[in-house]
């Protein structure tokens, strides 16, 4: 499928001729109206996470914030190690991210600007890796990961999510279209290695996409919840997603500290929104739209 | 007599090194990626296809497993989970599914066509639930879905009461309010709202995407021959977003088919009453994790796969020949 991938390209201008300001009028209060809607269970989360059990059931629910949060985050605290929990999260989702910006980029490189034997067969593998659906292995890489000893431990996370078929092809097209070959060949003439003209002369060219991958990777593995849900039975090494299921078992679910963890959960992606927003979303589309 | 040898000196060394490794270099980068492919992605296959004709419970060691060719798959077939979760999922996949892009083709169409300003800002707040994990937005939409107090509820009863609006809900206002996720009838349409919620706005910017690959000159030309909006949407818009919709239609099934994080959250883990809310994804962790039936739970998996490739195949018959045709 050849697209042009970016959802901000072209487009209409209101100003035309012909076009009524009371049509216009009505499209912007729809879309704003809808963006509203899509954004209300966000606030929401944030004004319950300061209310106590009894606020937040009752009605009319409360709409603006109150002053339970820090009696909801010790609620938390006391529940769950959250902070650790916390930290694997990050933990696991840096290094995912720093690994997956390191080999991809080297594999996309490699995909780019050599021609080598079996690379059609290679790089058709690689296209064929991301048809399959991870549940079909799911029961496996939870035998793997026990015959490693790799079980409660952030390793069993990142190390297979290292070198995502996802990442490789988004560097590779990166590559393709920002660096020309002409570059290969001078440094080689200037005696450099392969790897050195990748490390030299092919990342800084890249570095924009390499950042976007960064943010894909980081999110994907923050979000995660089926493979730690898996892997992980131990609370101090619960990632936030997981933490935050065991929160919703118990006899007295109390939602002020869930809404607080969830908040927790949610607020590093919307700081990574907030500020690259265009970025992650054409990265994802250019992910999506492949070739 | 002297011979004199004419043959070239061998290479120095640093240049039969510098030969060798500009060869092996493209494979060297990207081996991690096929090794890791090896140990984590088509072992687990090749694995889990063996483990579908095996009895086995992990907790009694690997010795314990026993060949049982194809029993697993056959209780699968008598099993009455299983095909109510398969019904569930194709259930939450088409009420969830079908909204979003019949909502999402005009609202690409109205961001990128339509407006002239706060493209890019809207265009974010319908993307941001696909970013955000499922697990908290399950939470939240816990909240929101509450029978008492739930937000949902109260915006309900507040529109079916209001003058303006009572009209709309007939004889239905009496089932207010919902007792969403704890009655069997309303836990998937519960888990379609938020998966419709949820994903609406990816597709949105796929379409946008779609969208700006059409020359804008087509839309001039048309407008000069007098066609309205209305007629350029039917005539040039929705035609050539063709592959589009077919290549985001395919997304949809493939991801709507696994879901697992919502409705395992929404029912806490459950699959709710009578297990209306069960999904296939939640069937297989289920039966591997709680019931520790492997052999069982990679059965499903592949019966799984076989559903995900059926529809697939099914979507490509049917709407892909002819999308692929208009592309070239």
Redesign the interface.
């Known amino acids: ?15 035309r001729s ?1 076009r009524n300001l009371f049509g ?1 009028v009505i ?2 209060v ?3 109206a ?2 509203l809607l ?5 606030y ?2 944030f004004v ?1 996470a300061t209310h106590s059990q009894s606020t ?6 409360p709409m603006w914030f109150g002053e339970f949060l820090e009696r909801n985050y010790n609620a938390l605290l006391a529940r769950l190690p959250f902070l650790r929990n916390i930290w694997n999260s990050f933990y696991i989702a840096l290094m995912a991210t720093v690994a997956t910006m390191f ?2 980029s ?2 996309g ?3 780019a600007m ?1 021609q ?1 034997r079996f ?1 059609r067969v ?1 790089f058709g ?2 296209i064929a ?1 991301l048809m ?13 990961i ?1 015959y490693l000893g790799w079980l409660n431990t952030p390793r069993a996370l990142w ?2 999510a ?2 995502s ?1 996802f990442g ?1 092809f988004l560097m590779r097209q990166y590559v393709a279209s920002s660096m020309p070959r002409e570059l290969l060949d001078a440094g ?1 003439i200037d005696g450099a ?3 050195r003209i ?1 490390w030299s002369i092919a990342l800084p060219i890249i570095r924009p996409g390499l950042a976007t991958l960064g943010m894909l990777t980081f ?1 994907g593995q ?2 995660n ?2 493979g730690p ?2 892997v992980l039975n131990q609370r101090e090494s619960y990632t ?2 997981v933490a ?2 065991t929160l ?2 118990q006899v007295q679910t109390d ?1 002020g500290a ?2 607080t963890g ?1 908040a927790l ?2 607020l590093p ?2 700081i990574i ?1 907030v500020f690259a ?2 970025q ?2 054409e990265g ?2 250019a992910g ?2 492949k070739g | 007599m002297a011979r004199t040898t004419t043959s070239v000196p061998p290479l120095p060394w640093s240049t039969r090194f510098d030969k060798f490794q500009r060869r092996i270099a493209p494979y060297l980068f990207i081996s991690p990626f096929f090794i890791l492919f090896a140990v984590f992605g088509l072992f687990p296959i090749v694995f889990s296809m063996y483990l579908s004709f095996q009895a086995w419970n992990p907790i009694q060691g690997l010795g314990t497993m026993r060949y049982v060719g194809l029993e697993n798959y056959v209780w699968l077939m008598d099993d009455p989970w299983f095909w109510r979760s398969i019904t569930n999922t194709l259930w939450i996949a088409f009420a969830a599914g079908i909204p979003q892009h019949l909502m999402a083709i005009p609202l690409a169409f109205a961001l990128s066509r339509g407006i002239s300003s706060f493209r890019h800002p809207l265009t974010a707040a319908y993307f941001l639930p696909y970013i955000t994990s499922a697990v908290a937005i399950a939470l939240v939409f816990q909240t929101i879905f509450g029978t008492q107090f739930g937000a949902l509820n109260q915006a309900l009863i507040y529109l079916a009461n209001a003058p303006w609006s009572a009209w709309l809900f007939g004889g239905l206002a009496e089932n207010l309010p919902v007792n969403w996720l704890g009655r069997a009838p309303y836990i998937k349409p519960a888990i379609s709202i938020l998966v419709w919620w949820q994903f609406f706005g990816f597709n949105v910017v796929l379409y946008a995407a779609g969208l700006a690959t059409i020359p804008k000159d087509y839309y001039e030309a048309a407008q000069i021959d007098g066609a309205s909006g209305r007629q350029s949407f039917f005539h040039i818009t929705l035609p050539l977003l063709r592959p589009m919709i077919f290549f985001a239609v395919t997304l949809t099934i493939i991801g709507n088919l696994q879901l697992f994080d919502q409705p395992f959250i929404l029912t806490g883990g459950t699959g709710g009453t009578s297990q209306a809310g069960m999904t296939v994804a939640m069937y297989l962790y289920r039966t591997g994790f709680e019931w520790l039936e492997m052999g069982t739970a990679a059965a499903i998996s592949w019966l799984l796969f076989l559903l995900i490739g059926t529809l697939t195949v099914i979507h490509f018959y049917f709407f892909g020949r002819s999308g692929l045709e208009s592309r070239d």
């Open positions: 499928m050849r697209l042009r991938a970016s959802p901000f390209g072209r487009g209409g201008d209101d100003a012909g216009t499209l912007y729809v879309l704003i809808l963006a899509t954004l209300f269970p966000f929401w989360m319950l937040i059931f009752s009605a009319p629910p080999f991809a080297l594999a490189f490699a995909f050599y080598f690379k290679l593998v690689l890796s399959i659906p991870p549940l079909l292995g799911i029961i496996p890489y939870y035998l793997i026990q190390v297979p290292m070198a078929a490789i080689r290695s392969e790897f990748y999110i923050w979000n919840f089926l849900l898996v936030i997603p935050l299921r919703q078992g939602w869930v809404l969830t959960a949610v992606l919307l929104f927003s265009k992650v979303i994802l589309v999506s739209v």
